[in-house]
T-cell receptor, first 111, second 114 residues
Framework: EDQVTQSPEALRLQEGESSSLNCSYTVSGLRGLFWYRQDPGKGPEFLFTLYSAGEEKEKERLKATLTKKESFLHITAPKPEDSATYLCAVEFQGGSEKLVFGKGTKLTVNP | DSGVTQTPKHLITATGQRVTLRCSPRSGDLSVYWYQQSLDQGLQFLIQYYNGEERAKGNILERFSAQQFPDLHSELNLSSLELGDSALYFC?????????????FGEGSWLTVV
């Protein structure tokens, strides 16, 4: 069964303390891997799409990377406003464009 | 603002009742998706429509149904509601159904069943 696992479940950082979030997946075929940010009570906000191993995307303090079995979301010098739940989702090959989501990493950045 | 519009934002209803959630996709998007998010389950895919036709089905209960209309807006109908149906229901849309396309989410409809 295709699965998406995120770790850690929760992460507390001090402002300026860089770290990485992990998303691993077991799939029969990957069509795309997506990162979203979700604030409490809000809809997921699109961050990045990665399609092939070796690909990297950057946006402000965030950088997403992809290997054959996992993706990392690197957060450099985070600020309190980066506090949110970060969701990883995978689109598998097989005829549907639905996304399968991991359970997310709740990031808290303390000032 | 993702461009996906959902109504209502909040609703409270009693067990056994029926509700309808409405979604307007982003301009030009042909695919609409419905997801359910509860505290313990995370985001669960319910159903996808593409240009009016059902394209994929996920963990959608038989008490739930959806449709996409010719103007591409979609409705999710939830009937015989139970306490466990309380959740955030998200609609999302993407441009085409060809795969690998970014899916944009609305702000959700928060359903509370009492």
């Amino acid at each position: 069964e295709d699965q998406v696992t995120q770790s850690p479940e929760a992460l507390r950082l001090q402002e300026g303390e860089s770290s990485s979030l992990n998303c691993s997946y077991t799939v029969s075929g990957l069509r795309g891997l997506f990162w979203y940010r979700q604030d409490p009570g809000k809809g997921p906000e699109f961050l990045f799409t990665l399609y092939s191993a070796g690909e990297e995307k950057e946006k402000e303090r965030l950088k997403a990377t992809l290997t054959k079995k996992e993706s990392f979301l690197h957060i450099t010098a985070p600020k309190p406003e980066d506090s949110a739940t970060y969701l990883c989702a995978v689109e598998f090959q097989g005829g549907s464009e639905k996304l399968v989501f991991g359970k997310g990493t709740k990031l808290t950045v303390n000032p | 603002d993702s461009g996906v519009t959902q109504t209502p934002k909040h609703l409270i209803t009693a067990t056994g009742q029926r509700v309808t959630l409405r979604c307007s996709p982003r301009s030009g998007d042909l695919s609409v998706y419905w997801y359910q998010q509860s505290l313990d389950q995370g985001l669960q895919f319910l159903i996808q429509y593409y240009n009016g036709e059902e394209r994929a089905k996920g963990n959608i209960l038989e008490r739930f149904s959806a449709q996409q209309f010719p103007d591409l807006h979609s409705e999710l109908n939830l009937s015989s509601l139970e306490l466990g149906d309380s959740a955030l229901y998200f609609c999302a849309s993407s441009h085409v159904g060809g795969g690998g396309n970014t899916i944009y989410f609305g702000e959700g409809s928060w359903l509370t069943v009492v």
